[in-house]
């Protein structure tokens, strides 16, 4: 009569740990792409909106001091941009590019 019995060559167990290393590759992605969100609103960091908006963090900060964005502190150093707000802001500046270039 065989034995059967589970050890890490076993079928099982190989299963096993293919299944887990897909599991931890979706939860790092998932962990990478998470934006935090407040109540109902998904909020962006500000390395987020310095890569969307190609601004560099210290423009990120005038626009901040200047109020131009919203912005909401969480903790001593933790800021978030409400997407709404970014979206609302891009739109209020939004310039129709002329029909023609000048010559």
């Not at 299963?15 to 998470?34: I, P």
């Not at 407040?38 to 962006?44: A, T, V």
Request: aromatic share 4%.
């Amino acid at each position: 009569m065989p034995l059967d019995y589970l050890n890490e060559a076993s079928d099982e167990v190989l299963r096993l740990f293919a299944r887990l290393d897909g599991v931890e590759l979706t939860l790092r992605k998932a962990s990478e792409e998470h934006r935090p969100m407040i109540g109902e609103e998904r909020c962006l960091t500000g390395e987020e909106v310095c890569t969307r908006l190609h601004l560099s963090p210290r423009t990120l900060q005038t626009l901040r001091d200047r109020r131009q964005i919203p912005f909401t502190v969480l903790g001593n150093r933790l800021l978030l941009y409400p997407e709404s707000g970014i979206r609302a802001v891009l739109d209020r500046n939004l310039r129709p590019a002329a029909d023609e270039f000048p010559r």
